[in-house]
Each structure stands twice: as C-alpha cells, then as structure tokens.
C-alpha cells in the first residue's frame, strides 16, 4: 500500500469506526493536532483516537482535494474534507468543511502488518482544521 492509499484507508477506519490509532508512528515526537485539541505522544492520539470513536458515530468523510507526494520513505498530504459526525453524549450533529495535511514516514517496524492496517505508512503529523464554523 503506498502512501495515498494510506491516507484514503484512514478515512475508510474513521467512516467505518475501525481503530484509527494503528495508523499513527509509535514515539513520543508524534502529533496530532484536531478541531479542538492537540494531542503529542503516540500514547495521547491513541487515548484521544480511542475517545472520539467511543463517543460519536455516523461519520461522513468526503475528501475533494487530496495531493499526496511520496519519496522514500517520507510522504505529505494535503486534503479538503467535508466531515460530520453525530456526538453519542448529547446527540448533537456536528458538520465541518475541513483542511487537512499532514506528513508520513514508511516505518520499518510496521512492515509485518499485524495491526490489521495493512500498510507501513504512519502518520508522523497530522493537522485538521476547520476554517470557518460550523454548518
């Protein structure tokens, strides 16, 4: 799987409701940064990952502009995304056109594929922004 088709199969787990932790570079310097938080650390997008799928559902993801460069063994990518979910808590429904970006590195420890990802790309930053309100 080359870097695009990563990026194209994360908003496949994110629609489906798959585990999106997998997805990410096991280290500390790895960052994640959302609407609403930053989370820094493998260990904090995983808990912050594992919250957001815990708490909401019906996620609608539609990309319109996704450019993805590869090299080696590093990848960016830059994305327009419609993206709505409905908040489990307080059934609220949420609707963004959203920015996002980010960067990947082909990881050697992930070349086995026994996280179920099937791939050894992994998001080493991740940026989604929204740059007006909501709908």
């Known amino acids: 799987m080359d870097a ?3 990026v194209r199969a994360y908003y496949d787990a994110l629609r489906t409701g798959d585990p999106l932790s997998p997805f990410f570079a096991r280290g500390e310097s790895v960052v994640k940064f959302g609407i609403g938080e930053r989370l820094t650390g493998y ?3 995983r808990e912050g990952l594992t919250a957001q799928s815990e708490t909401t559902t019906d996620w609608r993801v539609e990309s319109s502009r996704l450019v ?3 090299r080696d063994e590093h990848a960016w ?3 327009d ?3 709505a979910w409905i908040d489990l808590e307080d059934g609220t429904e949420y609707e963004f056109d959203s920015r996002w970006s980010g960067t990947i590195e082909r990881r050697a ?3 086995t594929g026994d996280d179920g990802i099937g791939t050894p790309w992994r998001f080493v930053g991740m940026h989604v922004s929204a740059p007006g309100g909501t709908r």
């Open 68 to 70: 993805v460069t590869e």
């Open 4 to 6: 695009e088709s990563t």
């Open 77 to 79: 990518f830059s994305d």
């Open 109 to 111: 420890e992930a070349q």
């Open 81 to 83: 995304v419609l993206m």
């Open 43 to 45: 260990d904090e997008v």
